[in-house]
């Protein structure tokens, strides 16, 4: 589990989605809300960035985007020799944090 230091709460985890991945955010966000319960990342939402698929083609160099992922046929020399270069897999990109509110004594005197 991620570990944030003490007094602060995650309230938006950023994560990249590559065009690759094949991924439901409405079963993730389920997962997610049961994952983290009672963790440092109780209630946070997940916030999600598509990865557009960039392929580099092994033999002539070519890079390009492909119409569609399952089309990895380079349309310069047409050879079937890609190299993804973006558009693979799911990272993380950043964790927004924000302290948590403590109960302020000063402020309740008055
Ligand atoms: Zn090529």
């Known amino acids: 589990m991620t570990h944030l ?11 990249e989605i590559g065009a690759l991945e094949h991924l439901d955010e409405q079963t993730m966000d389920t997962a ?7 963790t440092a990342l109780d209630s946070s939402v997940l916030r999600y960035y598509h990865v557009d698929l960039a392929i580099r ?12 992922p399952a089309c990895l046929i380079c349309p310069k020399c047409n050879a079937a020799t890609p190299e ?27």
């Open 32 to 38: 997610w809300m049961s994952l983290t319960e009672r």
């Open 84 to 110: 993804v270069l973006r558009g693979k897999g799911i990272l993380l990109r950043s964790i927004e944090a924000e302290e948590i509110e403590q109960l302020d004594e000063s402020r309740t005197s008055s």
């Open 57 to 68: 083609c092994r033999s002539c160099g070519m890079e390009y985007q492909p119409p569609e």
């Open 5 to 15: 230091p003490t007094g602060m709460r995650a309230v938006e985890v950023q994560i």
